[in-house]
């Protein structure tokens, strides 16, 4: 009867058959050649741009409204502060006292004819060909001539009878900041409003999709 061939040696099979196979690495290492799995791609970050227009909505409004009311504030207050200095002469005929270089306006009531003045003084200048429209003590008074103090001192004006109304000419550049102030409030406002709106609704929209 024949025998099956025996083997030998270090490359002899074990007792009960088979290759040794390596076994798992303790602590279920991944074995030496396996498939590593790949790591989960990092959630993408929301975009910031909805809290930006926010905050640069509520900046731009509390800046325009703060800068557009103090210039309204300083501009109307220049035309406030010249119009303390009018004088109305009922008769036609008084004293004004003048700075020094201070340009000074001539007015009579609207609808009445400009009359003829003199004027005498420390030293009296040529006016300024600014025109100015002053509502006074309910009357409205329309400028006419005017002439420019170059010394400081007291000047006296006659116009024969006719009320006229002495004082500087109106603050242009005074109206112009205070309606420029308006403006820059009221426009600031609405521009600031609507990014603040445009980032509420896509925050909005956005936490809805979540």
Excluded: H
């Excluded at 009359?115 to 006016?127: H, L, M, N, S, W």
């Excluded at 309910?138 to 000047?155: H, L, P, Q």
């Amino acid at each position: 009867m024949t025998q099956p061939p025996s083997y030998s040696g270090p490359l002899a099979p074990p007792p009960g058959g088979g290759w040794n196979q390596p076994g798992p690495q303790p602590g279920g290492a991944p074995q030496p050649g396996g498939w590593n799995q790949s790591a989960a791609a990092p959630a993408k970050k929301p975009s910031k741009a909805p809290k930006v227009l926010i905050i640069l909505g509520a900046v731009i409004i509390g800046l325009s409204l703060v800068i557009g009311i103090v210039t309204a504030v300083i501009g109307f207050g220049q035309v406030a502060s010249g119009a303390e200095k009018y004088q109305i002469l009922e008769s036609g005929s008084g004293t004004y006292t003048a700075e020094a270089d201070e340009t000074v306006q001539l007015y009579a009531e609207e609808g009445t004819p400009a009359p003829q003045c003199t004027i005498d003084g420390p030293a009296v200048g040529e006016g300024t060909i600014q025109t100015s429209g002053f509502g006074n003590e309910g009357r409205e008074w329309d400028s006419f001539d005017s002439f420019t103090a170059e010394e400081a001192g007291d000047y006296t004006i006659d116009c024969g009878g006719t009320p006229v109304m002495i004082g500087p000419p109106v603050s242009i550049g005074g109206i112009f900041a205070g309606l420029g102030g308006i403006f820059l409030a009221i426009g600031g406002g609405v521009l600031g409003f609507l990014l603040l709106v445009v980032g509420v609704i896509i925050l909005l929209v956005r936490r809805g999709r979540d």
